[in-house]
Nanobody, 122 residues
Framework: QVQLAESGGGLVQSGGSLTLSCAAS?????????MGWYRQAPGKRRELVST???????NYADSVKGRFTISRDIAKNTVTLRMNSLKPEDTATYFC???????????????WGQGTQVTVSP
């Protein structure tokens, strides 16, 4: 019913920038309740990076505050994460997640994208 397509990962030097995008698609989408990004480094648990709600409220992990900015394009069902001042410890697979209203009866869909690799070299 719904698919999440991520793009924008890659290799960057410490201090550099990358922009990740995630687009939700599917004819059943009525409203994006929340979209966001999580990341998982090898041997570590998946952790929250940032989320944005349908009202535009944002949330950031302490480790990325002031460096990352999340935004959304409601018309395109897309969320973007601008990552500045990247550090080697930001290296991880970044996953998009979404909570989407798909039914007029309140039915929602939640799921993950396939992940995109971000590697920050020292």
């Amino acid at each position: 019913q719904v698919q999440l397509a991520e793009s924008g990962g890659g290799l960057v030097q410490s201090g550099g920038s990358l922009t990740l995008s995630c687009a939700a698609s599917g004819r059943s989408i009525l409203r994006i309740n929340e979209m966001g990004w999580y990341r998982q480094a090898p041997g570590k648990r998946r952790e929250l990076v940032s989320t944005i709600t349908s009202s535009g409220s944002t949330n950031y992990a302490d480790s990325v505050k002031g460096r990352f900015t999340i935004s959304r394009d409601i018309a395109k069902n897309t969320v973007t994460l601008r990552m500045n001042s990247l550090k080697p410890e930001d290296t991880a697979t970044y996953f998009c997640d979404a909570d989407i209203l798909i039914g007029h009866d309140g039915t929602t869909w939640t799921g993950w994208g396939q992940g995109t690799q971000v590697t920050v070299s020292p």
